[in-house]
T-cell receptor
Framework: DVKVTQSSRYLVKRTGEKVFLECVQD?????MFWYRQDPGLGLRLIYF???????EKGDIPEGYSVSREKKERFSLILESASTNQTSMYLC????????????FGSGTRLTVV | RKEVEQDPGPFNVPEGATVAFNCTYS??????FFWYRQDCRKEPKLLMS???SGNEDGRFTAQLNRASQYISLLIRDSKLSDSATYLC????????????FGPGTRLSVLP
């Protein structure tokens, strides 16, 4: 089974801090994604990557950046955390082209105080 | 119009009931389709892909109607453990993947 591992399950950070959320997958998947999920808003795509050192903005990239230096690792960076970034963050990966579903990590529940 | 729309729910059904969820999508170029389930405070997990010919996995049946841009999920003989939110997912991608998630429908199976 594909495993997608997110570094922290729960995280509490202060406003203005730089926050790193790490995601690692172990099945050599080309595609990796970062979503946030909020009640009533569903899953919203922040950034995604189809290859190493490649990144594309999703629907809500403002206030975030990403890094993909190695194929297995996709990091989400909150440059200066704000309270409206309190959310559940979900990383996902999938193989390249084809009708394959995403595999999600278990999520990081981030609270910014 | 939202790209993927689902029955709002919640659906509260007794154990053993049959329940059906509907989903419509707006982009006729959509490539592939999925149903995910998400338990409370957990990550979404792939339940099944949806094929044009319709497909079945035990008590679960998925149907796709490309002409009407409509997807359905039928759960027969529902169990308490089926209680979850069911997400309809549409892949818009030509290269790589571009998933659009529906807002989800919550199901509660009652004893």
């Amino acid at each position: 089974d594909v495993k997608v591992t997110q570094s922290s399950r729960y995280l509490v950070k202060r406003t203005g801090e730089k926050v790193f959320l790490e995601c690692v997958q172990d099945m050599d998947h080309e595609n990796m994604f970062w979503y946030r999920q909020d009640p009533g808003l569903g899953l919203r795509l922040i950034y995604f990557s189809y290859d190493v050192k490649m990144k594309e903005k999703g629907d809500i990239p403002e206030g975030y950046s990403v890094s993909r230096e190695k194929k297995e690792r996709f990091s989400l960076i909150l440059e200066s955390a704000s309270t409206n970034q309190t959310s559940m963050y979900l990383c996902a990966s999938s193989p390249g082209q084809g009708p394959y579903g995403y595999t999600f990590g278990s999520g990081t529940r981030l609270t910014v105080v | 119009r939202k790209e993927v729309e689902q029955d709002p729910g919640p659906f509260n059904v007794p154990e053993g009931a049959t329940v059906a969820f509907n989903c419509t999508y707006s982009n006729s170029a959509s490539q592939s389709f999925f149903w995910y389930r998400q338990d409370c405070r957990k990550e979404p997990k792939l339940l099944m892909s949806v094929y044009s010919s319709g497909n079945e996995d035990g008590r679960f049946t998925a149907q796709l109607n490309r002409a009407s841009q409509y997807i359905s999920l039928l759960i027969r003989d529902s169990k308490l453990s089926d209680s979850a939110t069911y997400l309809c997912v549409v892949n818009l991608g030509n290269y790589g993947q571009n998933f659009v998630f529906g807002p989800g429908t919550r199901l509660s199976v009652l004893p």
